[in-house]
């Protein structure tokens, strides 16, 4: 479980990483170059990579010491979800494909998530 687990949320680490370092090529097709022309649209997805270095990192040491998940898990899955329920809210302005792709992959993150949650029920 925990090889797993570790490769799940590290993966989940390192795209936050490569947010924060490279938003524009990171989104350019979820949100649209016009996201990522300013300072502001830059800001926006840096603080979403922050989230998810921080939030994965903290699933990661809760994972390594044995601690609950849970909490960490939770959290991941409404991150994820909500990112799908905001790009379908803007769908219209966003463009074409991205609603589908963001589902996608944010639900198959959310998906891998809450499987890395059953397997640590099980052990």
Excluded: C
């Excluded at 270095?53 to 991941?76: C, D, F, N």
């Excluded at 409404?78 to 992959?105: F, H, K, M, N, Q």
Aim: net charge positive; no cysteine; proline share 6%.
């Amino acid at each position: 479980m925990k090889p797993f687990a570790s490769a799940v949320l590290g993966l989940r680490v390192a795209y936050g990483a490569a947010l924060v370092a490279a938003p524009r090529r990171l989104t350019a097709r979820w949100l649209g170059p016009a996201a990522t022309q300013n300072a502001g649209g830059r800001v926006g997805l840096r603080a979403l990579g922050t989230r998810e270095v921080l939030l994965h990192a903290g699933a990661l040491a809760a994972l390594w010491r044995g601690e609950p998940l849970r909490p960490w898990l939770i959290a991941s899955i409404g991150g994820d979800l909500g990112d799908i329920a905001w790009t379908a809210s803007a769908r219209s302005s966003l463009p074409d494909g991205s609603a589908p792709a963001t589902v996608a992959v944010a639900g198959g993150s959310a998906l891998l998530t809450a499987l890395v949650g059953l397997l640590a029920v099980q052990r």
